[in-house]
């Protein structure tokens, strides 16, 4: 779909690689690009085709894989072998968001990639964040499904006690007029919370005809 997030896979293992590429498929919203095997080929890709997020090994036969995250303004995780802290220092200094040691698991990539998702959403608005929305969004990248359902912020606390208070479906500006934010910070929150699973969202279509938003807590 042309709304998923593309994903660039560099390793020059064939067999890995394609993997991963299963994996990254079956994650909900994500497309793997071709998968490449050297830091050369990873280079045009991603100038040829903009990739949202780049997969990328440190050992692949014409150099360092960290070496391609050097000047690229680009989001990318690491996913290599390499366990010394060195290697782990290096990729966070050039921008990796994230780090996995092989051999892991689809789910441990799934999480990461649901993490990135979020993140994403939340800082997904023009509009000027607030330091909650910035730390919860940074924290998504890190988190596991199961500490981002338990991790609440006041703010999301808030957003889904106004969705429990009411038994019909509410709209973001409804959402923020009970909590006393703003319209697009509660679509962030909105957004993210429809992102873990924690809420439903659906469209209505108003008298303008224009498809309104409304959102409200899913069912356990």
């Known amino acids: 779909m042309k709304d998923d997030l593309r994903v660039q896979i560099v390793d020059d293992d064939f067999h890995v690689a394609r993997l991963h590429a299963t994996y990254v498929n079956a994650a909900p919203g994500y497309m793997a690009l071709e998968p490449v095997g050297t830091g ?3 280079l045009e890709a991603i100038h040829a085709f903009r990739p ?8 692949l036969p014409d150099g360092n894989g960290l070496d391609i995250l050097r000047g690229l303004d680009i989001d990318a995780f690491v996913l290599s ?7 782990v220092r290096k990729a966070m200094r050039r921008g990796a968001l994230g780090y996995l040691i092989k051999p892991f698991s689809e789910k441990q990539l799934a999480e990461k990639l649901r993490g990135y998702a979020r993140y994403r959403r939340l800082l997904g608005s023009e509009s000027a964040l607030d330091q909650e929305v910035l730390e919860r969004a ?5 988190a596991s499904d199961a500490q981002t359902a338990k991790a609440r912020t006041v703010t999301e606390t808030a957003v889904l006690g106004a969705l429990g208070q009411t038994p019909g479906a509410l ?3 409804d959402v923020s007029a009970s909590v006393g934010i703003s319209r697009a910070t509660a679509q962030r929150y909105l957004s993210a919370l429809v992102e873990d699973g924690s809420v439903d969202v659906n469209l209505r279509y108003g ?7 409304r959102y409200s807590l899913r069912a356990t």
């Open 207 to 213: 008298t303008t005809g224009r498809p309104e938003h």
């Open 81 to 87: 072998a390499a366990s010394d802290p060195s290697s």
């Open 52 to 59: 949202d997020l780049v997969l990328v090994d440190i050992y």
């Open 138 to 142: 940074v924290r998504q990248l890190h």
């Open 40 to 42: 050369g080929a990873a």
């Open 171 to 173: 709209t973001a500006v």
